[in-house]
T-cell receptor, first 115, second 111 residues
């Protein structure tokens, strides 16, 4: 299994450009997440999905959109990039069964710079 | 939203020394987690704690779930160079899988 994969690894955008960060998992997990990590800070949840066709906002959703058309893929869309969106973006997935915490597996991250 | 305060923010220690770090919150958490992040990688789960007072070990790592349910501690014994990285605490307030992360403790180990 490849686990959680993210593309691209690095990207530089100009203000106002748009892009999609790709995330895929091959573990048949129902839950998927997008986090951002600013320098020297912890991770903040942007959006999450509990299954195909279902998404919900996290702590910092403004400026982002997501979709979940399949179990495997959970792309994150930036429509009008702003310097405040310069960050490292992590995708994660987990199998949530309603019982105790199920480990979230993280991808390697996408480092985005908006100039 | 809920916040987790993690301390210290960074530590620079000699190889072989023991390390202690902690995480505190003004809110109660029902699950405490400790993650490690290596440079350029995503976080990896080290230890999960589910009950107040619980003490759990993973090799040289030991973590405790505080009895007030508002704090947690991580200890690393006999540190080695590969312990270098950022250690994050994370908490779950109840059912569900939505984590709140602390700001991280950056650990540097001098050989």
């Amino acid at each position: 299994n490849a686990g959680v994969t993210q593309t691209p690894k690095f990207r530089i955008l100009k203000i106002g450009q748009s892009m999609t960060l790709q995330c895929a998992q091959d573990m048949n997990h129902n839950y998927m997440y997008w986090y951002r990590q600013d320098p020297g800070m912890g991770l903040k949840l942007i959006y999450y999905s509990v299954g195909a066709g279902i998404t919900d906002k996290g702590e910092v959703p403004n400026g982002y959109n997501v979709s979940r058309s399949t179990t495997e893929d959970f792309p994150l869309r930036l429509e009008l990039a702003a310097p405040s969106q310069t960050s490292v973006y992590f995708c994660a997935s987990s199998h949530y069964s309603g019982r105790k915490y199920n480990e979230q597996f993280f991808g390697p991250g996408t480092r985005l710079t908006v100039l | 939203g809920q916040q987790l305060n993690q301390s210290p923010q960074s530590m620079f220690i000699q190889e072989g020394e023991d390390v202690s770090m902690n995480c505190t919150s003004s809110s109660i958490f029902n699950t405490w987690l400790w993650y490690k992040q290596d440079p350029g990688e995503g976080p990896v789960l080290l230890i999960a704690l589910y009950k107040a007072g619980e003490l759990t070990s993973n090799g040289r790592l030991t973590a405790q779930f505080g009895i007030t349910r508002k704090d947690s501690f991580l200890n690393i014994s006999a540190s080695i160079p590969s312990d270098v990285g950022i250690y994050f605490c994370a908490g779950l307030p109840g059912a569900g899988n939505m984590l709140t992360f602390g700001g991280g403790t950056r650990l540097m180990v001098k050989p």
